[in-house]
């Protein structure tokens, strides 16, 4: 029973990391915010991995691990990425509080639909990857206008039922997929590390990866709307 209640510690770990990026963004240290939200990243990556082996579902019956990790992941991929938006200025000021709020909102619903999460493992619309994308605007340092539009899709992707890979668990090219997602971060950590002044070769490979996965996730979901 105490490594099942580690597992959950593990996971609830990922709240303290984020309230750490919140108090780094208030301080203009943006570099330090995207480091503990590479932290948060990593422990839900693996925190699936260690409760399903510690058999917490069946040692702590009347512990929601589920809503657990849901609550992290809207504090860490949710919250924190839309406070950045705001006060690092991703988009024009006068937008800014707007998108905050549609990042917000729209992931409200994603997070607490019944089949926000398939039987057979995939996600149902965006799945609220936005620290990741916030994290890709910065670097690229593109216009505010193109900003706000690429945020305003997503926000509104939440909404429309495309199927997504859920990248360590969809059984369809589930190895060459946690492969090059792997290879994926080790660049992602690159570009960090790089921060501010990312090569923009590192982050132009870097990007090959996410298109890979919106690919594979629309080819699927197409397949699936056929049968």
């Not at 480091?35 to 699936?48: C, E, M, Q, R």
């Not at 510690?54 to 512990?63: E, G, N, T």
């Given at each position: 029973?105490?490594?099942?209640?580690?597992?959950?510690?593990?996971?609830?770990?990922?709240?303290?990391?984020?309230?750490?990026?919140?108090?780094?963004?208030?301080?203009?240290?943006?570099?330090?915010?995207?480091?503990?939200?590479?932290?948060?990243?990593?422990?839900?990556?693996t925190?699936?991995?260690?409760?399903?082996?510690?058999?917490?579902?069946?040692?702590?019956?009347?512990?929601?691990?589920?809503k657990?990790?849901?609550?992290?992941?809207?504090?860490?991929?949710?919250?924190?990425?839309?406070?950045f938006?705001?006060?690092?200025?991703?988009?024009?000021?006068?937008?800014?509080?707007?998108?905050?709020?549609?990042?917000?909102?729209?992931s409200?619903?994603?997070?607490n639909?019944?089949?926000?999460?398939?039987?057979?493992?995939?996600?149902?619309?965006f799945?609220?990857?936005?620290?990741?994308?916030?994290?890709?605007?910065?670097?690229a340092?593109?216009?505010?206008?193109?900003?706000?539009?690429?945020?305003?899709?997503?926000?509104?992707?939440?909404?429309?039922?495309?199927?997504?890979?859920?990248?360590?668990?969809?059984?369809?090219?589930?190895?060459?997929?946690?492969?090059?997602?792997?290879?994926?971060?080790?660049?992602?950590?690159?570009?960090?590390?790089?921060?501010?002044?990312?090569?923009?070769?590192?982050?132009?490979?870097?990007?090959?990866?996410?298109?890979?996965?919106?690919v594979?996730?629309l080819?699927l979901?197409l397949?699936?709307?056929?049968?």
């Amino acid at each position: 029973m105490a490594s099942a209640w580690l597992v959950h510690l593990y996971t609830a770990s990922s709240a303290l990391f984020g309230f750490l990026a919140l108090t780094r963004i208030f301080y203009d240290r943006y570099r330090d915010a995207f480091f503990w939200l590479a932290v948060t990243v990593l422990i839900d990556a693996t925190d699936g991995l260690l409760a399903r082996r510690a058999d917490v579902a069946s040692r702590l019956p009347r512990f929601n691990g589920a809503k657990l990790d849901d609550i992290v992941d809207y504090v860490t991929y949710v919250l924190v990425p839309a406070f950045f938006v705001w006060h690092a200025l991703l988009v024009p000021e006068r937008w800014a509080v707007a998108v905050a709020s549609a990042m917000l909102l729209s992931s409200a619903y994603g997070f607490n639909r019944d089949d926000a999460k398939t039987a057979d493992h995939f996600y149902t619309g965006f799945p609220s990857y936005w620290n990741i994308v916030v994290f890709y605007l910065y670097v690229a340092g593109w216009p505010l206008t193109v900003n706000l539009a690429i945020l305003l899709l997503l926000a509104a992707l939440v909404f429309v039922p495309i199927r997504y890979v859920y990248p360590s668990r969809t059984p369809v090219l589930r190895t060459p997929t946690v492969v090059l997602g792997v290879l994926w971060g080790v660049l992602m950590i690159a570009m960090l590390w790089q921060l501010p002044a990312v090569s923009r070769a590192i982050f132009w490979a870097s990007l090959l990866f996410p298109a890979y996965y919106v690919v594979l996730s629309l080819a699927l979901a197409l397949r699936h709307d056929r049968a």
